[in-house]
């Protein structure tokens, strides 16, 4: 009852930029946080960066700061990741994470996207 959807992934080159994006929808009462993971191949999966409504605000890994940028529309269920500088170490599948209260239930869950493949390469 809960989807998220992913886009924006694809192949660029060293230094280039894209920006990923992901959409939550379905029977959705409110969302804390949403944020993006990213998993590489033998690798596990790590975050990459978080928007929350609370204290802990935004969050970078600390290889991704200073490059990318998290947003959020929130009327539109919606989060952003601006990825600048990519190097070939940034390839991974990124994944949309929402933690949120769907309707009619009082405790808050976490829902995943279907991942999205970012490659950075010449």
């Known amino acids: 009852q809960v989807q998220l959807v992913e886009s924006g992934g694809g192949l660029v080159q060293p230094g280039g930029s894209l920006r990923l994006s992901c959409v939550a929808s379905?029977?959705?009462?409110?969302?804390?946080?949403m944020g993006w993971y990213r998993q590489a191949p033998g690798k596990e999966r790590e975050l990459v960066a978080d928007?929350?409504?609370?204290?802990?605000?935004?969050t970078y890994a600390g290889s991704v700061k200073g490059r990318f940028t998290i947003s959020r529309d929130s009327a539109k269920n919606t989060v952003y990741l601006q990825m600048n500088s990519l190097t070939p170490e940034d390839t991974a599948v990124y994944y949309c994470?929402?933690?949120?209260?769907?309707?009619?239930?009082?405790?808050?869950?976490?829902?995943w996207g279907q991942g999205t493949q970012v490659t950075v390469s010449s």
């Open positions: 994470k929402a933690r949120l209260r769907p309707r009619g239930v009082s405790a808050l869950f976490s829902y």
């Open positions: 379905g029977s959705i009462f409110s969302i804390n946080s």
């Open positions: 928007a929350s409504n609370t204290g802990s605000g935004t």
